[in-house]
C-alpha cells in the first residue's frame, strides 16, 4: 500500500500462518486520542484514510477531521473515500460498461491506448433484473421464462460476454444464478477484504459501492457500502475516491425480541417508518443495543436492505459472533471466518455486549412493541398495520363512495379457463414472493412454505384472478424450501418457481392474463398487488396496478388466498375449508417453534454446491459468441446497444460555466418524484416516444422488453425520460402521464417531443419540483436521460442522496430553495422564462447561493436566491468537466 503513513501505524498480525499487514486504529489513536466510542461505521471509514493517506487527496488534516467529529458528531469535513470493490446488477451495469466501450472508443479516436479504460478495482455483476414473469403457476415457469429471458437479451448478454473478456478486473454472474445482493451477502463479501500486493499480504475491511440502492443489503454483515449511480461507480471502478462529507451517523438502538406471530418483514417496516419520520437523508444509520444478540444475521440484512427506503445512505451493523456464525452456515473458508474475527477485535470493530457509540442522535425500538403489518399502497416507508389495510385503502381511494354509487357497474364479469367471476376494486391480482428483501431470510421464507402446507392441508386455493409466483434470490433457497419438504405446497398455490432474480419488485411481473388487463380497463377499476420487495411506486409493479402493498412472504400466500385487500385478514375469513368450515389466518400461521425446525433444515452444503460454479452459466450462456476486440464494433441496427454522444468533441477543452438565460420549463412537478417517476425500468407502451421509435426500428410490441432493459440505448431512454405513466405535471392540471405544455405555442407534447423541439431551437430547459426530488433506486439513466433531454437545471425543494450526486455527475445543476420558497409560493404555471445568475467567470464553489430570475413577462420579474447542491470540490471539477466520467477521460488523455 503506498501511504505516507504519517502516524506510523502500520502493524501486522498472524493467522492460520499467513501474515497480514494492516493499519491499526489503536495505534492511530495513540497520537489521535480516544476513538473507543466512535461509530463502527466512522471507524471504518477512519482505516481508509490511514490505509490511502497520500498528501493529496487524503492529508493528515482528513484523518484528524475523523477525530474531531467526536466533539460535535457532526462535520462539513470533506473526505475521500475508496471502497474496495465495486457490485453492479445488468439494468444499471450495461450502460456501465456501454459508458466504459465509448471511453475506450474515445480514447482510441484521440490517439491513445484504449486499454487504459479499465477497471482498477474489483467489479462483480450480477445479471438479476432481466428475468420477468410471463409464465407462471407451472412447473415448467422456471424453464420457459429463462428462454424467453435468453431470447430477448441476447445483444445485451453477448456485450456483457465480451465486457467481462475485454476488461480486467470485471467477472459476471450469469442470469438464473439469484439476485445480486443475495449473491453478494451468501457469497461475494468477505466482511474483511485481502490484497497481495508486492508479495505482502494486507487486510482491511470489506467496502464497496454498488449501482443498486440496496447494495446496504450487506451492511447486516458489518460490510460498509451503499448504493452509487453507475456513474459513480464507473468513476470509483477507474480510481477515482467517493468524494463525501463526513456523515452524522443515527444510532438507532434495539432491545427486546419479536413476539409470536411476528415477522423479520414486519419489523423492517417499522424501522423504515420511524427512520423515513426521524429523517436521515444523507446519514448513516447504526444499528446498536443488547437486542442485537438475538438477531440473526438474515433479520439483520433485511433492516439495512431497507436503507434507501428509510433515506439513509447506509444502515449498518458492526460485526459480532452472529456475524461469524453466518459466514460458517454460508459456506466461508474457517481461515477467511478466523481473519475476521481478529480483525476486527484487534481494530476494535468487533461488537461487545453493551457498547454504547457516540451519535449525532438516536432513537429506539422494543422489538416486543412490533406488530403484524404491510406498507402501502404507494411508498414503503407508509407503514399499515394488519387490521387496517382494508379501511386504509377505502379511505386513499375514496373507494366506499365509488362502491356504494356504482353498485355492479363497476364489477366486470370475466371469464378465463374455466373461471367465472366479477373482477373487484380491490382484488389482490399480482402476489409475488420477491426481492433481495426478504427471499434472502430464512425465517419469513420457510413461514411462508409453512403456512401454504396448512392452507393445502385445510383444502384453500389461490383465488383464480391472483398471478402468483416465487422468485428467490438464490437457488440456496429452492434447496432449502425442498428440504423442508415446503416446495410441493407453495407449487399446489401457484408459488412455483418462476426465476431467480428480481423480477416483480423492479417491475417486471410480466402481463396479466388478457380478459383480467381488459375488465381492468374497461371499468377503471383499482385493484392491487402484494409482493415483499421494497418498492411499491406508482406504475412500477404493472402500468394496471394502482394499488400496491408491501408484506412479508407469509402474508403474500394469505392474501393469494384471499383475493382482495379489502377485508381484514386479522378477523375475516381467508376461505372455507374442504370440511366446509371458515378457515382464517390464525388458523395456519406458523408457530415460531415450526419455523425454527424448518431452518434447521439449511446447512452448508447448500451454499457450497450453489456457489461452486457461480460463474459458469448454463449451456444457453456459454453458447453465446463473444467477440474478441479491445473496442466494441457497434451495430447500427441495434436497438439495445449504441454509442452514446457523452465523449463527442471529448480532445477538446470543455465549455467555459456560465449563467443560464431564457430557460423554458419543461414540467412543473411535486413531491416524492422517483427515480421510476424519471427513468421507467418496466413497461414501453406502443404509442410513447420509446414505442414508436422501436416499431420504426421493425420491433413488435411483444418484444419491445422493458426501459431497463433497454439501458444500453440511449435512444430508447432519453425518450422514457420522464415517460411514467403515473407521472403528474402541474403544467397540464397535475394530470397523469408524461407530457407538457411547449411555449409559446401551447402544444400539448410527449415531453421527449417537447425537449426536442426547444433542442432545435436552442432553448435551454429547467424542472421544478418539490421534496425528496430522485428518491428511491440509483437510477443514472434518471440524470443521464435528464441532461439528453437539454435539462440544464433541476430546481428542488430537497434531494435524494445519489440523484443529486448523479445530476452533478451529468453536468446537470442541483439547485434548492432555501428560506421557505417554492415553486408554489413562486405560483409558477410554467409559462414563466428563468434565468440563473452566479455561474459566469469561473465563479462556481460548493453550496454557493446563486440567482433564480423568474421572468413573467416585460417588466415582471422576480429574484430568489437558491442553493447550489454541488457540494464538494470534486463535484465542481466534475461539474466543469462537462460529468465526472469526462473528468476522468480528460485526465487520462492529458497523461
Not at 429452492?478 to 419438504?485: D, H, K, P, Q
Amino acid at each position: 500500500m503506498d501511504s505516507f503513513d504519517s502516524l506510523n501505524c502500520r502493524r501486522s498480525l498472524q493467522v492460520d500462518g499467513t501474515t497480514y499487514h494492516y493499519f491499526s486504529l489503536p495505534e492511530a489513536a495513540q497520537h489521535l486520542g480516544d476513538i473507543a466510542r466512535l461509530p463502527f461505521s466512522l471507524k471504518i471509514l477512519l482505516e481508509n484514510l490511514l490505509r490511502f493517506e497520500d498528501n493529496a487527496t487524503v492529508s493528515a488534516y482528513d484523518i484528524k477531521a475523523m477525530i474531531d467529529w467526536l466533539k460535535e458528531r457532526r462535520s462539513e469535513h470533506e473526505i475521500q473515500f475508496r471502497p474496495a470493490r465495486v457490485l453492479m446488477q445488468d439494468f444499471t451495469g450495461v450502460p456501465a460498461v456501454v459508458d466504459l466501450a465509448a471511453m475506450r472508443a474515445a480514447m482510441a479516436a484521440a490517439g491513445g491506448d484504449p486499454q487504459q479504460i479499465n477497471p482498477l478495482s474489483p467489479v462483480d455483476l450480477v445479471i438479476d433484473h432481466s428475468v420477468m414473469v410471463d409464465a407462471y403457476a407451472s412447473p415448467a415457469a422456471f424453464a420457459q421464462n429463462v428462454a424467453i429471458e435468453m431470447q430477448r437479451n441476447g445483444e445485451r448478454y453477448a456485450f456483457l460476454r465480451w465486457g467481462q473478456n475485454a476488461f480486467a478486473n470485471f467477472r459476471v454472474v450469469p442470469p438464473g444464478t439469484g439476485i445480486c445482493h443475495q449473491v453478494n451477502l451468501e457469497y461475494l463479501a468477505r466482511s474483511v477484504w485481502t490484497k497481495d500486493e508486492d508479495g505482502v499480504s494486507w487486510a482491511f475491511p470489506d467496502t464497496l459501492v454498488g449501482t443498486d440502492s440496496h447494495t446496504t443489503m450487506i451492511n447486516g454483515l458489518g460490510v460498509l457500502g451503499w448504493g452509487v449511480g453507475g456513474i459513480e461507480a464507473e468513476a470509483a471502478m477507474l480510481g477515482q475516491p467517493v468524494s463525501m462529507l463526513i456523515p452524522e451517523v443515527i444510532g438507532f438502538k434495539l432491545s427486546g425480541k419479536l413476539k409470536e406471530g411476528i415477522t423479520a418483514t414486519d419489523l423492517v417496516l417499522t424501522v423504515t417508518q420511524m427512520l423515513r419520520k426521524k429523517g436521515v437523508v444523507g446519514k448513516f444509520v447504526e444499528f446498536y443495543g443488547d437486542g442485537l444478540a438475538d438477531l440473526p444475521l438474515a433479520d439483520r440484512a433485511t433492516i439495512a436492505n431497507m436503507a434507501p427506503e428509510y433515506g439513509a445512505t447506509c444502515g449498518f451493523f458492526p460485526v459480532d459472533a452472529i456475524t461469524l456464525d453466518y459466514l460458517r452456515l454460508s459456506g466461508r473458508p474457517e481461515s477467511s471466518v478466523r481473519l475476521v474475527e481478529s480483525y476486527c477485535k484487534t481494530q476494535g470493530m468487533w461488537r461487545e455486549p453493551g457498547a454504547e457509540p457516540l451519535f449525532s442522535d438516536s432513537l429506539e425500538l422494543d422489538m416486543g412493541s412490533v406488530e403484524a403489518s404491510l406498507a402501502g399502497p404507494r411508498r414503503p416507508q407508509d407503514r399499515v398495520p394488519l387490521p387496517r389495510v382494508s379501511q386504509a385503502f377505502d379511505e386513499l381511494l375514496g373507494l366506499q363512495l365509488k362502491a356504494a354509487e356504482s353498485g355492479q357497474a363497476g364489477s366486470p364479469r370475466v371469464s378465463h379457463d374455466g373461471y367465472d367471476y366479477n373482477l373487484q376494486d380491490g382484488a389482490v391480482v399480482i402476489a409475488a414472493i420477491t426481492s433481495c428483501t426478504n427471499t434472502s431470510n430464512p425465517s419469513v421464507m420457510m413461514a411462508a412454505g409453512l403456512l401454504a402446507k396448512k392452507a393445502v392441508e385445510r383444502g384453500l386455493g389461490r383465488k383464480p384472478w391472483v398471478k402468483s409466483s416465487l422468485a428467490p434470490g438464490s437457488k440456496v433457497v429452492s434447496e432449502y424450501l425442498a428440504a423442508a419438504g415446503l416446495t410441493p405446497y407453495l407449487n399446489q398455490l401457484g408459488f412455483d418457481l418462476v426465476g431467480y432474480g428480481c423480477t416483480t419488485c423492479i417491475g417486471n411481473s410480466g402481463p396479466l392474463l388478457e380478459p383480467i388487463e381488459q375488465a381492468i380497463q374497461q371499468a377503471d377499476l383499482t385493484v392491487a398487488s402484494v409482493l415483499s420487495g421494497n418498492r411499491n411506486f406508482e406504475g412500477r409493479v404493472h402500468p394496471l396496478v394502482k394499488a400496491n402493498w408491501l408484506a412479508s412472504p407469509p402474508l403474500v400466500v394469505a392474501y393469494a388466498l384471499a383475493g382482495s385487500v379489502r377485508g381484514d385478514l386479522s378477523r375475516e375469513p381467508l376461505g372455507t375449508g374442504k370440511d366446509g368450515q371458515a378457515v382464517y389466518l390464525k388458523d395456519i400461521w406458523p408457530s415460531q417453534a415450526e419455523i425454527t425446525a424448518a431452518i434447521a433444515k439449511v446447512d452448508s452444503a447448500m451454499f457450497h454446491r450453489e456457489y461452486a460454479e457461480v460463474f459458469a452459466g448454463d449451456a444457453q450462456w456459454q453458447a453465446i459468441a463473444v467477440p474478441q476486440a479491445a473496442t466494441y464494433q457497434w451495430q447500427a441496427d441495434s436497438t439495445y446497444i449504441q454509442h452514446p454522444p457523452f465523449f463527442a468533441g471529448i480532445a477538446g477543452d470543455p465549455p467555459p460555466i456560465g449563467d443560464i438565460h431564457n430557460a423554458r420549463i419543461l414540467a412543473l412537478l411535486g413531491d416524492s418524484v422517483t427515480t421510476d417517476h424519471i427513468s421507467p425500468a418496466g413497461n414501453i407502451k406502443q404509442d410513447s416516444p420509446a414505442g414508436r421509435y422501436l416499431s420504426e426500428h421493425g420491433v413488435a410490441p411483444a418484444d419491445f422488453n422493458s426501459y431497463g432493459s433497454r439501458r444500453g440505448n440511449h435512444e430508447v431512454m432519453m425518450r422514457g425520460t420522464f415517460a411514467n405513466i403515473r407521472i403528474r405535471n402541474e403544467m397540464l392540471g397535475g394530470e397523469e402521464g408524461g407530457n407538457t405544455l411547449h411555449i409559446p405555442s401551447g402544444d400539448k407534447l410527449a415531453i421527449y417531443d417537447a425537449a426536442m423541439r426547444y433542442q432545435a431551437a436552442g432553448v435551454p430547459l429547467v424542472i421544478f419540483a418539490g421534496q425528496e426530488y430522485g428518491t428511491g433506486s440509483s437510477r443514472d439513466w434518471a440524470a443521464k436521460g435528464t441532461n439528453l433531454l437539454g435539462v440544464k437545471a433541476v430546481i428542488a425543494e430537497s434531494f435524494e442522496r445519489i440523484h443529486r450526486s448523479n445530476l452533478v455527475g451529468m453536468g446537470v445543476l442541483p439547485l434548492q430553495f432555501v428560506d421557505g420558497q417554492s415553486r408554489k409560493s413562486l405560483g409558477l404555471g410554467g409559462q414563466e422564462q428563468i434565468d440563473i445568475v452566479g455561474l459566469q467567470g469561473g465563479a462556481l464553489r460548493p453550496q454557493m447561493k446563486l440567482t433564480l430570475d423568474v421572468v413573467r413577462g416585460p417588466g415582471q420579474r422576480e429574484k430568489i436566491e437558491v442553493l447550489c447542491r454541488i457540494d464538494t470540490q470534486n463535484e465542481v471539477e466534475y461539474f466543469k468537466a462537462g460529468g465526472i466520467l469526462h473528468h476522468v477521460l480528460r485526465q487520462m488523455l492529458a497523461s
